[in-house]
């Protein structure tokens, strides 16, 4: 019999020796393959060649990879230890607060010394461009977590990084940007006039508040142009996913630790990386033992792509530099709201994650800035832990459900990721707490005017 202390236990951790030893790759259980990524210029099939200017040998090779398991390096587990296995938290206090028979979990990203789950992919994609001989990368960062994650990186194995930050989030969050360069990086508010992609949407509009679209060119053309560098993106790409793979792995085991089994899975999804970590593990066991499961990535309604955005080719930037990939999109010239979600504001999605979603493997939800912050009041009330603006968005969606299984008087075991800490968000908090924050509507004429651009591709 459990003794009390079990019975109101917490946290369920794992020891160092369990981080996980591979990355799960959910291709090899799709039922059928994902369409091809095309090249911008030509519309036909890209290989390998086509992105070597961009990424190192070993990414691509996992981004086309059809293997369901990939070791990973020692080099890349030794930094991991850093802040994994990260624990899952018993939401008792929340549950408690809420009446629910429900039992909810969260997996907590906030840990590692960035903040949030960016450094899983972070460490391994600086690793394998050190390996190959590359002296700098260029990213863009939305909400600061994922360049503050790959300046961490690229300093632990000496490498350069420059940074293209959306200029809202670098007005609005300046410490993420000292953050940064306290570990070796160079920030730029983006558009900036340091490439010509930034002059030109600059030329057009000197006040545009910039967006994860318009960075990714920016990073992209500095990383085509140079030979010293390569690219590095945060989210949507198939190894950027596979890379957070252990964060679902791990909360499967710390699930069996808790005796419990989810029903539900939760993760916010603005490129779809953090929802993928989490929620892949979980997915394989939908797709290959038909275990019943509901999988949920949530978004917000001023950046709808997996809700309203069509399923078609696009670029995965605003100036259409990158190759272009089938997802749900919003078009590439379409600029979200300034949302305090700044991870959450970009125009497509992980073209893996819109394949689950096409098939019916997962749910979407879209949930508004208002409502969204109200469950992060609700659950730093009651858990403490300020959570993510971004992270914020699943904590509305658990709340949602667990109230739904205290009507249905239905004990159902719900496990969401919270993707990252608040500590850098708290203008938005700030906002909210002073009654400033508002709701963006569904911006119908922008997305449809946006939609118009996209490329006409079969597929
Ligand atoms: C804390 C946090 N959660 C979620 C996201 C969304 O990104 P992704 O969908 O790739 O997890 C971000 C992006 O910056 C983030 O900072």
């Known amino acids: 019999m459990a003794s009390t202390s079990d019975r109101n236990r917490v946290k369920f951790l794992l020891d160092e020796r369990e981080i996980p030893t591979k990355w799960y790759n959910i291709i090899a259980d799709l039922k059928t393959p994902p369409a091809p990524v095309l090249h911008p210029g030509t519309g036909n099939p890209i290989g390998p060649q086509d992105l070597a200017p961009l990424f190192p040998m070993e990414l691509i090779k996992q981004e086309v990879s059809g293997q369901r398991w990939i070791e990973i390096p020692d080099e890349v587990r030794d930094i991991l230890r850093l802040w994994r296995p990260s624990p899952l938290y018993r939401a008792r206090r929340l549950e408690k607060a809420l009446g629910t028979p429900a039992h909810i979990y969260y997996k907590y990203e906030g840990v590692s010394p960035a903040g949030s789950h960016k450094p899983n992919t972070a460490v391994a994609q600086a690793y394998y461009n050190k390996k190959e001989g590359v002296t700098r990368l260029a990213t863009e960062t939305g909400a600061g977590q994922w360049g503050s994650a790959l300046a961490m990186a690229c300093n632990l194995f000496g490498l350069q990084c420059k940074v293209y930050m959306v200029k809202v989030s670098y007005q609005q969050k300046p410490y993420r940007r000292v953050m940064m360069e306290t570990w070796g990086a160079q920030v730029v508010a983006s558009p900036s006039p340091d490439t010509q992609s930034g002059k030109k949407i600059l030329e057009k509009d000197p006040d545009s508040p910039g967006s994860l679209g318009i960075a990714i060119s920016e990073a992209v053309e500095d990383a085509a142009t140079r030979e010293d560098t390569k690219y590095a993106l945060g989210s949507v790409l198939n190894h950027v996913l596979m890379h957070q793979t252990i964060i679902g792995q791990e909360a499967k085991k710390q699930l069996a630790k808790a005796d419990d089994e989810a029903d539900i899975v939760i993760g916010c999804a603005g490129g779809g990386s953090n929802f993928a970590g989490l929620a892949f593990p979980f997915a394989a066991d939908k797709l290959t033992k038909k275990k019943k499961l509901r999988i949920i990535a949530v978004e917000p309604t001023a950046c709808p792509s997996l809700t309203r955005g069509k399923y078609v080719y696009d670029f995965g930037d605003t100036l259409g530099l990158t190759p272009l990939v089938k997802m749900h999109t919003l078009g590439h010239g379409f600029i979200p709201a300034p949302l305090h979600a700044g991870g959450l504001r970009y125009h497509g999605m992980a073209p893996l994650v819109c394949k689950l979603f096409d098939e019916g493997v997962i749910e979407a939800k879209a949930v508004p800035q208002v409502a969204t912050f109200e469950a992060a009041l609700q659950f730093a009330r009651t858990e403490s832990i300020i959570p993510a603006p971004e992270s914020a968005h699943a904590i509305r969606v658990v709340i949602d459900e ?58």
């Open 402 to 459: 667990a109230l739904r299984c205290k009507r249905d008087g239905k004990r159902q075991t719900i496990v969401f990721n919270l993707s990252g800490h608040g500590h850098f968000d708290l203008a938005a908090y700030e906002a909210f707490l002073g009654g400033r924050l508002q709701d963006y509507e569904y911006p119908a004429e922008k997305i449809e005017e946006a939609l118009r651009g996209v490329p006409q591709v079969k597929g």
